[in-house]
Every structure is written in structure tokens, then in C-alpha cells.
């Protein structure tokens, strides 16, 4: 049985994850716009995997017996000056998920919630991974600097990005 903190804050990251994939959908979006179909693709993908990344809470939940609450999911924004904009912007936002997942970690030790403490490791390592990815594609775009040949190419290898899945085994 979870703790009513605990069952709250758990609701709270799984509107976090949906606004994830909803701010990534958005920028999907505005990269399609700006006829960069490679990495509105990439984007796609990340809003995907967000969603996935709720349904691993939801399903967790569900598996306790914590009653879920879905809240309403905030606006996200509609354009960024440009797709580096978007990218450095995603990249924020994962550094403020990381430390979300840092937080309910804190809070399943302190409630001595074992079971949620290690099902937020595989979300320790995922932010990790998470913030490496876009953080290489960062650089990447800095380094290309304002080629338009650069830009083709960094699109051209987002457009690569498989589809994600989370298997049962939480790999
Ligand atoms: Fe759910 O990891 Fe990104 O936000």
C-alpha cells in the first residue's frame, strides 16, 4: 500500500511525463514547419517514449492499488526562434525532469518506499541517457554553426531514430 505523499507525487510525474511528450510534440510540430522532417521525426519519437514513460508510472500504480489521478496538461509553448533554440530548450527540460525523478527518489527513501525507490532507478539511468542524447545533438548543431548543409545532414541522421519501446523488464 502507498502512502497518500507518495500516491501524489507519482500522479504529478505522470502529468509531468504527458507534458513531456506534449512539449515535444510541439516542437515535432514546428521542426515539421520548418521543413525538417528528420528531426520532427526525432521528436515524435521523444514524445512517444514520454508517453511511455507515464504508462510506466500508471502501470506501477495500478499494480499497488494507488488510485490514479490524471490532472490537466499545461500549454505547451508553439514556436522557438530557431530548431537549436528547440533543441537547447529540450535539453532544459530534461534537466528539470532529472531533477523531478531526484525528488521522488528523495521522497521514497524518506517514506521508506522501497518498491518506488527502485522502479525511480530505471528512471535515474533513463534521465541520464536522456539528457546525454539531446546534449550530443546540442553540440552537434553548435559545432554546424549556421551551415544550411549542417543542418541537412543533422536532420537527415535524426530522421533515423527507431521507434521506442519499454520493455517489461524495464530495459
Ligand atoms: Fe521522461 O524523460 Fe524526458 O522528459
New binding site residues.
Given amino acids: 500500500m502507498m502512502n497518500e505523499k507518495m500516491v501524489a507525487a507519482l500522479n504529478q510525474q505522470i502529468n509531468?511525463?504527458y507534458y513531456?511528450s506534449y512539449i515535444y510534440l510541439a516542437m515535432a510540430a514546428y521542426l515539421d514547419d520548418s521543413d525538417l522532417d528528420g528531426m520532427g521525426h526525432w521528436m515524435r519519437m521523444?514524445a512517444q517514449?514520454?508517453y511511455l514513460?507515464?504508462m510506466k508510472i500508471f502501470d506501477f500504480m495500478v499494480e499497488r492499488g494507488a488510485r490514479i489521478k490524471l490532472s490537466a496538461v499545461a500549454e505547451p509553448p508553439f514556436e522557438w526562434e530557431t530548431p537549436l533554440a528547440a533543441f537547447e530548450a529540450a535539453l532544459d527540460?530534461?534537466r528539470y525532469?532529472t531533477d523531478n525523478i531526484n525528488k521522488l527518489v528523495d521522497l521514497a527513501i524518506s517514506e521508506r518506499d522501497h518498491a518506488t525507490n527502485n522502479i525511480m532507478q530505471w528512471?535515474v539511468s533513463?534521465?541520464v541517457e536522456?539528457e546525454a542524447n539531446v546534449e550530443g545533438i546540442v553540440k552537434k548543431m553548435k559545432m554546424m554553426g549556421d551551415s544550411g548543409q549542417g543542418l541537412f545532414l543533422m536532420d537527415r541522421e535524426l530522421a533515423s531514430r527507431p521507434v521506442p519501446t519499454i520493455v517489461a523488464d524495464g530495459q
Fill in positions: 509531468e511525463e513531456s521523444q517514449e514520454e514513460h507515464a527540460h530534461e525532469m528512471y533513463e534521465q536522456e
